[in-house]
C-alpha cells in the first residue's frame, strides 16, 4: 500500500517535470515581454509606496532633514575623535571621511530598499506575506518595493557630500577605474549591505521575534562599515568584515581609490573585489531567503 | 485533462495532521462549498491549493499545474480572497488598488476597463472608487476584494470565508454577485464557510471536512434528502397551552414559560417550517414565532451523529 502510494506519487511528478520543461521553452520576444511586465509592475509598486509617503510633503521634508541630521551625528563623532588623535588606525581624518562617505551613501539606500524588512515579523504575523505569494511576483520584490522608505535619501546625501568634500580635497590620481571605482563602490556596498539585511532578516522565518538578532548584523554593519579596519579586534574583523563582508563596503575601495597600501598588509587585489564580493552576496542572500520562504511555506506559521 | 483543479493530499505536521489524507476533484464551473468547524483543516487546504503551503505529502494539481512549484504563473489563473485579511492597499484609493493589480497581472487596459466597469456597477462601488481603503466599511471592502481577485479573470476563484463580518444585505448582495458570475461558467467557485445560507444560495456541491478528513462529499440536496437536516420552529403562544404534540413531522417538543414558548424540533425530511406553522397556526393563537438558521456546526454535528 505504502509503496503503491509512492510509486503513484513519483510517476506523475516526473511527467509533469517534463511538461514544465516544454512549457518553459518560450521565445526570447516572450521572456523579454514578461521581464518588461514585471518591472513595470515593480515600479508601479515602488510608485504607489512614494505617493502615499510625499502625500504629506512637509511632513516628508521633515522627516529627510531628521534622517541627514542623524547620519551628521556620525560625523560629528569622528569630528571629535580627531580633535585627539591624527589617525586612527592607519588613516588620517579626510582619509576616513571617504570610508564614512562610502559607507552612508551605501547604508542609506540600502536601509531605504530593503529597511523595511525588520518589519516582517508582523507581515507574517498578520498574515499579510500569504497575500503577496497570491500574485505573480516574487515576495522578496514586492515587499522592498512597497515598503520601501525614501526618507533615507537624506542620510544618503549627507554622506555624498561628505564623500564629495573629502575626495575634492584628497590628493588622488585619477585614471578611469578609480573614476568607475567611486560610482561602482557605493552601489556595491549597497548591494552588499542589501545582501546582508536580506539574509539576516530572513531569520525571522524561523524566529518570529527574530528582530534583535537581525539589527545586530544590519546596524552593526553600519558602524563597522564607516571606521577602518584596523580599529576593530582581530575576531571582529574576521566576522563582520569578512564573514559578514562589511569590509568591502567602504574601507577596501576606499584604500583602492587613495592608493593606500593596506596598514594591515592584505593583498592588494582585495581592494578592488567589492563588485564580485557583491554578486556573491547576492548569491548567498538569495539562497538563504529562498529557503527560508520554503521554510515558511513548509510550516505554514 | 480539463479538470480544473485535482487534488490529493496527505501533510503530516509535527504531531497534528491539519489536512490528513483529503482527496478530491473539483471540475470546471462548479461550485464548492469547504465547510468544517474551525480547525478541520480548511485554510490549510486553501494554502496548499494557492502554493502558500508546501503540502507533506500527496499531490496537488489546480489548474493544471503544481501550486507550489509554478506559483507565479498559478497565480495568473485563480483569485483568492480571505475574508480576514486584505490584499488592497490600505492607503491608496481602491481604484488605485485595482490599477496596481492590473500592472501586477499584467492585464491590458482595455481588459482592465471591460471588467472594472462590469464589477464596479454590478457591486455599485462607484460611490467609494475614490475613497482610500482603509476608510472603507467592512461590507465596501469586501466587494473591492472580491473585484481585486476578478481582474485577471481567474478560472477559479477561491473564497475563504468571505461573508464573515458582514452585515445581512451586504451578505447578499455579495451572495447574489457570486451566484451569478458561477452561473455565467466563466468561474469555478471553491467556498469556505460558516454561513449556511452561503453555502445553500451558492453552492451545488457541499464537503464537509472534520480533523482533516472529508467527511462527507456530494450534491447539496442529495446530502439534505438523505440526512435530512434537524431544524427548530420556536412559537410563542397567546396564552399557556399544553405541549403541542403529536404534529406532522415533530420529533420532540420543549416547553418553556409555563407552556408560552415552546420549542418544536422537526425533520425536514417529513415536513417543511411553512407546513408545520400552518399547523400550529389551526391549533392555537400565535403571537410570535421563529426558525433559527441552523449553523453549519449543527448541521456538521448532526450529520455525526447518523
Same mark, same amino acid.
Given at each position: 500500500?505504502?509503496?503503491?502510494?509512492?510509486?503513484?506519487?513519483?510517476?506523475?511528478?516526473?511527467?509533469?517535470?517534463?511538461?514544465?520543461?516544454?512549457?518553459?521553452?518560450?521565445?526570447?520576444?516572450?521572456?523579454?515581454?514578461?521581464?518588461?511586465?514585471?518591472?513595470?509592475?515593480?515600479?508601479?509598486?515602488?510608485?504607489?509606496?512614494?505617493?502615499?509617503?510625499?502625500?504629506?510633503?512637509? $511632513?516628508?521634508?521633515?522627516?529627510?532633514?531628521?534622517?541627514?541630521?542623524?547620519?551628521?551625528?556620525?560625523?560629528?563623532?569622528?569630528?571629535?575623535?580627531?580633535?585627539?588623535?591624527?589617525?586612527?588606525?592607519?588613516?588620517?581624518?579626510?582619509?576616513?571621511?571617504?570610508?564614512?562617505?562610502?559607507?552612508?551613501?551605501?547604508?542609506?539606500?540600502?536601509?531605504?530598499?530593503?529597511?523595511?524588512?525588520?518589519?516582517?515579523?508582523?507581515?507574517?504575523?498578520?498574515?499579510?506575506?500569504?497575500?503577496?505569494?497570491?500574485?505573480?511576483?516574487?515576495?522578496?520584490?514586492?515587499?522592498? +518595493?512597497?515598503?520601501?522608505?525614501?526618507?533615507?535619501?537624506?542620510?544618503?546625501?549627507?554622506?555624498?557630500?561628505?564623500?564629495?568634500?573629502?575626495?575634492?580635497?584628497?590628493?588622488?590620481?585619477?585614471?578611469?577605474?578609480?573614476?568607475?571605482?567611486?560610482?561602482?563602490?557605493?552601489?556595491?556596498?549597497?548591494?552588499?549591505?542589501?545582501?546582508?539585511?536580506?539574509?539576516?532578516?530572513?531569520?525571522?522565518?524561523?524566529?518570529?521575534?527574530?528582530?534583535?538578532?537581525?539589527?545586530?548584523?544590519?546596524?552593526?554593519?553600519?558602524?563597522?562599515?564607516?571606521?577602518?579596519?584596523?580599529?576593530?579586534?582581530?575576531?571582529?574583523?574576521?566576522?563582520?568584515?569578512?564573514?559578514?563582508?562589511?569590509?568591502?563596503?567602504?574601507?577596501?575601495?576606499?584604500?583602492?581609490?587613495?592608493?593606500?597600501?593596506?596598514?594591515?598588509?592584505?593583498?592588494?587585489?582585495?581592494?578592488?573585489? $567589492?563588485?564580485?564580493?557583491? +554578486?556573491?552576496?547576492?548569491?548567498?542572500?538569495?539562497?538563504?531567503?529562498?529557503?527560508?520562504?520554503?521554510?515558511?511555506?513548509?510550516?505554514?506559521? | 485533462?480539463?479538470?480544473?483543479?485535482?487534488?490529493?493530499?496527505?501533510?503530516?505536521?509535527?504531531?497534528?495532521?491539519?489536512?490528513?489524507?483529503?482527496?478530491?476533484?473539483?471540475?470546471?464551473?462548479?461550485?464548492?462549498?469547504?465547510?468544517?468547524?474551525?480547525?478541520?483543516?480548511?485554510?490549510?487546504?486553501?494554502?496548499?491549493?494557492?502554493?502558500?503551503?508546501?503540502?507533506?505529502?500527496?499531490?496537488?494539481?489546480?489548474?493544471?499545474?503544481?501550486?507550489?512549484?509554478?506559483?507565479?504563473?498559478?497565480?495568473?489563473?485563480?483569485?483568492?480572497?480571505?475574508?480576514?485579511?486584505?490584499?488592497?492597499?490600505?492607503?491608496?484609493?481602491?481604484?488605485?488598488?485595482?490599477?496596481?493589480?492590473?500592472?501586477?497581472?499584467?492585464?491590458?487596459?482595455?481588459?482592465?476597463?471591460?471588467?472594472?466597469?462590469?464589477?464596479?456597477? *454590478?457591486?455599485?462601488?462607484?460611490?467609494?472608487?475614490?475613497?482610500?481603503?482603509?476608510?472603507?466599511?467592512?461590507?465596501?471592502?469586501?466587494?473591492?476584494?472580491?473585484?481585486?481577485?476578478?481582474?485577471?479573470?481567474?478560472?477559479?476563484?477561491?473564497?475563504?470565508?468571505?461573508?464573515?463580518?458582514?452585515?445581512?444585505?451586504?451578505?447578499?448582495?455579495?451572495?447574489?454577485?457570486?451566484?451569478?458570475?458561477?452561473?455565467?461558467?466563466?468561474?469555478?467557485?471553491?467556498?469556505?464557510?460558516?454561513?449556511?445560507?452561503?453555502?445553500?444560495? *451558492?453552492?451545488?456541491?457541499?464537503?464537509?471536512?472534520?480533523?482533516?478528513?472529508? *467527511?462527507?462529499?456530494?450534491?447539496?440536496?442529495?446530502?439534505?434528502?438523505?440526512?435530512?437536516?434537524?431544524?427548530?420552529?420556536?412559537?410563542?403562544?397567546?396564552?399557556?397551552?399544553?405541549? *403541542?404534540?403529536?404534529?406532522?413531522?415533530?420529533?420532540?417538543?420543549?416547553?418553556?414559560?409555563?407552556?408560552?414558548?415552546?420549542?418544536?424540533?422537526?425533520?425536514?425530511?417529513?415536513?417543511?417550517?411553512?407546513?408545520?406553522?400552518?399547523?400550529?397556526?389551526?391549533?392555537?393563537?400565535?403571537?410570535?414565532?421563529?426558525?433559527?438558521?441552523?449553523?453549519?456546526?449543527?448541521?456538521?454535528?448532526?450529520?455525526?451523529?447518523?
Amino acid at each position: 500500500m505504502a509503496e503503491g502510494a509512492l510509486g503513484d506519487r513519483r510517476r506523475p511528478g516526473w511527467r509533469h517535470r517534463r511538461t514544465n520543461w516544454r512549457d518553459r521553452r518560450t521565445t526570447w520576444r516572450q521572456r523579454r515581454a514578461s521581464w518588461a511586465g514585471r518591472a513595470t509592475a515593480y515600479r508601479r509598486l515602488v510608485g504607489a509606496a512614494a505617493r502615499s509617503q510625499l502625500a504629506y510633503p512637509l $511632513s516628508f521634508a521633515l522627516q529627510c532633514g531628521g534622517q541627514a541630521v542623524g547620519q551628521a551625528t556620525d560625523l560629528v563623532a569622528i569630528l571629535v575623535l580627531f580633535g585627539h588623535v591624527r589617525a586612527i588606525g592607519g588613516f588620517d581624518m579626510r582619509e576616513v571621511l571617504v570610508i564614512y562617505g562610502i559607507a552612508g551613501v551605501s547604508f542609506g539606500l540600502a536601509d531605504m530598499i530593503v529597511g523595511q524588512l525588520d518589519s516582517l515579523p508582523g507581515y507574517i504575523r498578520m498574515g499579510r506575506l500569504d497575500a503577496l505569494l497570491l500574485r505573480p511576483l516574487g515576495a522578496l520584490g514586492q515587499l522592498c +518595493a512597497s515598503e520601501i522608505t525614501l526618507r533615507r535619501l537624506g542620510r544618503s546625501s549627507t554622506a555624498l557630500v561628505v564623500l564629495a568634500y573629502a575626495l575634492s580635497t584628497e590628493d588622488i590620481r585619477w585614471t578611469l577605474a578609480r573614476a568607475s571605482l567611486v560610482v561602482l563602490a557605493p552601489l556595491a556596498g549597497t548591494v552588499i549591505l542589501c545582501s546582508i539585511w536580506v539574509a539576516a532578516c530572513s531569520v525571522s522565518f524561523w524566529v518570529i521575534e527574530g528582530r534583535e538578532l537581525a539589527s545586530t548584523v544590519t546596524y552593526g554593519s553600519s558602524m563597522f562599515t564607516a571606521y577602518p579596519l584596523g580599529i576593530f579586534s582581530s575576531w571582529l574583523r574576521r566576522l563582520m568584515g569578512f564573514a559578514v563582508p562589511g569590509a568591502f563596503v567602504a574601507y577596501f575601495p576606499t584604500l583602492a581609490l587613495l592608493g593606500k597600501p593596506d596598514p594591515l598588509g592584505l593583498p592588494r587585489w582585495l581592494q578592488w573585489s $567589492s563588485p564580485p564580493v557583491a +554578486a556573491l552576496s547576492v548569491l548567498v542572500a538569495g539562497v538563504v531567503w529562498r529557503s527560508a520562504l520554503r521554510h515558511y511555506r513548509g510550516t505554514g506559521s | 485533462m480539463d479538470g480544473l483543479v485535482r487534488s490529493f493530499r496527505r501533510r503530516r505536521g509535527v504531531e497534528v495532521r491539519a489536512v490528513d489524507g483529503i482527496s478530491l476533484r473539483v471540475d470546471a464551473g462548479e461550485a464548492v462549498g469547504y465547510i468544517g468547524p474551525n480547525g478541520a483543516g480548511k485554510s490549510t487546504t486553501i494554502k496548499m491549493l494557492t502554493g502558500i503551503l508546501v503540502p507533506t505529502a500527496g499531490r496537488v494539481r489546480v489548474c493544471g499545474l503544481d501550486p507550489v512549484r509554478r506559483r507565479r504563473e498559478l497565480a495568473r489563473r485563480i483569485g483568492v480572497v480571505f475574508g480576514q485579511r486584505s490584499q488592497l492597499w490600505w492607503d491608496l484609493p481602491l481604484r488605485d488598488s485595482f490599477e496596481l493589480l492590473r500592472v501586477i497581472h499584467g492585464v491590458s487596459t482595455v481588459d482592465f476597463a471591460v471588467r472594472c466597469e462590469e464589477y464596479v456597477e *454590478l457591486l455599485d462601488m462607484a460611490p467609494f472608487l475614490d475613497t482610500p481603503v482603509r476608510q472603507l466599511s467592512l461590507g465596501q471592502r469586501m466587494r473591492g476584494e472580491v473585484t481585486a481577485a476578478l481582474l485577471h479573470a481567474p478560472r477559479l476563484l477561491v473564497l475563504d470565508e468571505p461573508t464573515i463580518g458582514l452585515d445581512l444585505v451586504s451578505k447578499e448582495r455579495l451572495r447574489g454577485f457570486l451566484a451569478a458570475l458561477n452561473a455565467s461558467g466563466r468561474v469555478t467557485l471553491l467556498l469556505t464557510t460558516h454561513d449556511l445560507p452561503d453555502v445553500e444560495r *451558492l453552492c451545488r456541491r457541499l464537503v464537509v471536512v472534520d480533523s482533516g478528513r472529508v *467527511l462527507i462529499d456530494g450534491p447539496l440536496d442529495q446530502l439534505r434528502r438523505r440526512f435530512g437536516v434537524r431544524r427548530e420552529l420556536v412559537v410563542e403562544l397567546e396564552s399557556p397551552a399544553p405541549a *403541542l404534540h403529536g404534529l406532522p413531522g415533530v420529533e420532540s417538543v420543549t416547553v418553556q414559560a409555563d407552556g408560552l414558548r415552546q420549542h418544536l424540533v422537526f425533520s425536514t425530511e417529513h415536513t417543511t417550517a411553512a407546513a408545520l406553522i400552518a399547523s400550529v397556526v389551526r391549533r392555537v393563537a400565535v403571537r410570535d414565532l421563529a426558525v433559527p438558521e441552523p449553523a453549519i456546526e449543527d448541521v456538521v454535528r448532526q450529520l455525526y451523529a447518523r
